[in-house]
């Protein structure tokens, strides 16, 4: 496909996510003032960068005479592949590794008219200066060389594609199961503070009920003070036993709020050094339905990360 074979695009691909890796990285480590390793594979490499150079170049080689072309066609190409990805990967890993959000004419957050309008001209000084020399070594490159190249980073490639699809989609997991047991947890909490306090009126009934009882039975003759003692002490036991109930049913309402808060406490303190180098290599990564919840993990990954260190 336009003087390249196959294999050329194979080998492009893998450089540009390369590439992409060293460009983001760098302007990550600069902001941050620190090394940031970017990215969702463990390898040095950027799919996002590589799928998106061989797309813009799609588009754009068969018009590269006619820069207007070129440049419609990478914004065009480029939004819609950011657009795409974007939203695939916070359906899938509940993380929405960038937003746009606070910037002007967003949609939906993955996609915006600033960044759309420097894919642009990205996709112009590509294809006039930074495609040119690549293409020269790729082409230039003995079969043999490039095939094994292609097929030991394949390898590599699609193993770490795997284990980290597998390791991002159980931080996701993580992510709910953090947020369902604090929902449980405030739920627990009201039903305790509840019950605690019917608890509490229980008590002053009793207690009401017993000094008015008294009260009674030194004002009611001999033969009925007998009877009406017999019923205040069967009402008075009646009630002790639903205090005891109560308070056994607060005692374990209690222990279960305990439980859920060491759960929570070590699904967000045990975390693989791979989650913590995503959370520190993405720490604008954002969830609306998790955000509290991705917050706690980024804020302890961060800490555990600095303390490795």
């Given at each position: 496909m336009y003087t390249y074979a196959w294999y050329h695009w194979i080998t492009f691909f893998y450089l540009y996510c390369f590439f992409g890796w060293i460009f983001e990285s760098t302007y990550v480590s600069f902001k941050q003032?620190?090394?940031?390793?970017?990215?969702?594979?463990?390898?040095?490499?950027?799919?996002?960068y590589g799928s998106g150079a061989i797309l813009l170049l799609w588009v754009s080689l068969p018009y590269q005479d006619n820069l207007i072309l070129v440049y419609i066609g990478g914004f065009i190409a480029a939004t819609a592949l950011e657009y795409v990805t974007g939203a695939v990967m916070e359906r899938l890993f509940k993380v929405r590794y960038w937003d746009y959000s606070d910037k002007k004419f967003n949609i939906n957050g993955y996609i915006c008219l600033g960044s759309s309008i420097a894919w642009g001209f990205l996709t112009i000084f590509m294809?006039?200066?930074?495609?040119?020399?690549?293409?020269?070594?790729?082409?230039?490159?003995?079969?043999?060389v490039e095939f094994t190249f292609i097929a030991v980073v394949s390898v590599l490639f699609v193993y770490d594609t795997v284990r980290s699809t597998k390791e991002a989609l159980d931080l996701a997991r993580v992510l709910e199961s953090m947020t369902k047991l604090k929902t449980e947890a405030?739920?627990?909490?009201?039903?305790?503070?509840?019950?605690?306090?019917?608890?509490?009126?229980?008590v002053s009934e009793i207690k009401n009920g017993a000094v008015m009882r008294i009260s009674e039975l030194k004002e009611e003759a001999a033969d009925r003070a007998m009877k009406a003692a017999d019923t205040a002490a069967q009402r008075a036991s009646e009630m002790t036993q639903s205090l005891t109930d109560r308070q056994q049913r607060a005692e374990a309402l209690a222990e279960k709020l305990r439980s859920l808060a060491e759960t929570r406490h070590k699904l967000s303190h045990h975390m693989s050094h791979y989650r913590r180098r995503l959370l520190n290599g993405n720490l604008t990564a954002y969830s609306k339905k998790f955000a509290e919840a991705l917050n706690e993990l980024k804020k302890y990954g961060t800490f555990k990360n600095g303390s490795d260190q």
């Open positions: 003032h620190h090394f940031v390793n970017r990215g969702f594979l463990r390898l040095p490499m950027l799919p996002l294809t006039e200066v930074i495609h040119k020399p690549i293409a020269d070594f790729v082409t230039s490159l003995n079969p043999v405030e739920e627990l909490q009201i039903q305790l503070a509840l019950l605690k306090a019917e608890t509490s009126e229980k």
